[in-house]
């Protein structure tokens, strides 16, 4: 276990330096101590008091053994909603369902049903554990939401970063009938949109070695990925480069948002420009915005949702609305 852990904090360590960088990397401790810690306490703080507080929710419904999730909606109305599901991002192995209630209730009171669930993180379990949690936690959207006011032909998804990818990986594998755990996922009914914010698609993305030698797949690092989370399939775009062009009529969803911001050290661009390019390769009639903001960082658009900001607010409204 302690071995894992080490492993772990290199591999977030080399992704949110880019590029092997020492100094960029002392940077990152450095900053990752004493001020920003504090910071985050208090953060944590007011988001258990904001998650305690909310009113129109139900709590820890379970939905995958004792993996559970909550409900944002409002008990008065009587006409169906569209849904959204939020799943939060933490470098695979921090997060909440508690830590993001502003997302539940921000939702809520613009005319949706949220589902907010917890998965698994590492190192309790691998990309396919996680896989597994996010599957059963949509399967049980589309399954049981109607019992809280949600339209189940209305239900979109929307995920942070590491939410991003495994959002990805998820919908890919299950659309692709991959085997998960032993068990051949099926396919979802259609989603409306899925809005991925800052996500990593594809770990050779971050392998300088592989750059300077010139190859472009199954690089060190997404070997060490693969060993780490104890899966073979760790990136949402190696499972559309095998297919041939123009071989999908539909990649699971009506519509797909990508937003990524100019002040991102954690996650590069290129992560979801590539994911976009093989996704059009093939199923071209894809229908996919892409929005880039400049002056964020990785953390800002959620930093602020968490703590009600209005700038941060509307912009991912703003994602949600976006008009195909």
């Known amino acids: 276990m302690k071995f894992l852990t080490i492993l772990l904090f290199v591999l977030n360590t080399i992704i949110l330096c880019n590029a092997f960088k020492i100094n960029d990397a002392l940077s990152f401790i450095s900053s990752s101590s004493s001020s920003s810690y504090v910071q985050e306490l208090k953060d944590n703080k007011r988001d258990i008091e904001n998650y305690l507080n909310v009113k129109h929710i139900e709590r820890n419904i379970q939905y995958n053994e004792d993996r559970t999730l909550d409900v944002y909606y409002d008990q008065e109305s009587t006409e169906l909603k569209p849904v959204y599901i939020f799943l939060y991002g933490g470098a695979w192995h921090s997060g909440s369902k508690v830590k993001f209630t502003n997302f539940g209730s921000l939702l809520d009171n613009n005319g949706y049903v949220a589902v907010l669930p917890d998965y698994i993180l590492f190192p309790y379990g691998g990309f396919e554990d996680m896989v597994d949690d996010v599957y ?20 979109s998804i929307s995920a942070y970063s590491a939410g991003s990818h495994l959002t990805a990986l998820t919908l890919l594998k299950s659309l692709l009938n991959y085997s998960n755990k032993n068990i051949e996922l099926e396919p979802f009914p259609e989603f409306e949109k899925v809005v991925l914010l800052n996500g990593p698609y594809d770990f050779d993305d971050y392998s300088v070695i592989n750059k300077m030698i010139g190859q472009s797949n199954n690089s060190i690092l997404e070997k060490l990925v693969q060993l780490i989370f104890k899966s073979p399939n760790v990136s949402p775009t190696d499972l559309l480069k095998p297919l041939s062009d123009n071989s999908l009529t539909s990649l699971g969803a009506k519509h797909f948002v990508f937003f990524y911001t100019s002040l991102d050290q954690q996650v590069k661009e290129s992560s979801a420009i590539n994911f976009m390019d093989q996704m059009k390769r093939v199923c071209p009639n894809v229908s996919i915005e892409y929005v880039y903001k400049e002056g964020y960082e990785h953390t800002t658009l959620t930093r602020g949702v968490r703590a009600s900001s209005p700038e941060e607010e509307n912009v991912y409204l703003s994602l949600l609305n976006i008009k195909f």
């Open 136 to 155: 059963h936690a949509i399967k049980w959207t589309f399954e049981n939401i109607q019992k809280f006011g949600g339209d189940p032909n209305r239900v």
